[in-house]
């Protein structure tokens, strides 16, 4: 079984070696991706925040990590301009 995205994120974030942030953004890419639906995508970014929102508070010192990853999250909701046109 895997690890929850969210425990990735904090294992990425507390070892704080070069590229770990491209790794959390693959991660989560790749979590969002095994949604089977658009609506399940939606709802697994909004429970993805709001895990990270958590962690922040439990992990304060990860903070700068996880509000890079948060807008990385926010920025996948955003529709592109390929899409919208």
Do not use: C, N
């Not at 991706?33 to 990270?52: H, K, M, N, Q, T």
């Not at 929102?53 to 999250?73: D, K, N, Q, T, W």
């Amino acid at each position: 079984m895997q690890p929850a995205i969210q425990q990735v994120i904090r294992a990425l974030a507390e070892d704080g070696r070069a590229g770990a942030i491209q790794i959390a953004e693959h991660a989560v890419s790749a979590y969002l991706a095994d949604a089977p639906s658009e609506g399940d995508r939606v709802l697994s970014r909004d429970i993805l925040i709001r895990d990270l929102a958590s962690l922040r508070g439990i992990a304060p010192h990860l903070a700068g990590f996880i509000g890079r990853v948060e807008v990385y999250v926010a920025g996948l909701a955003q529709p592109s301009l390929s899409r919208a046109a």
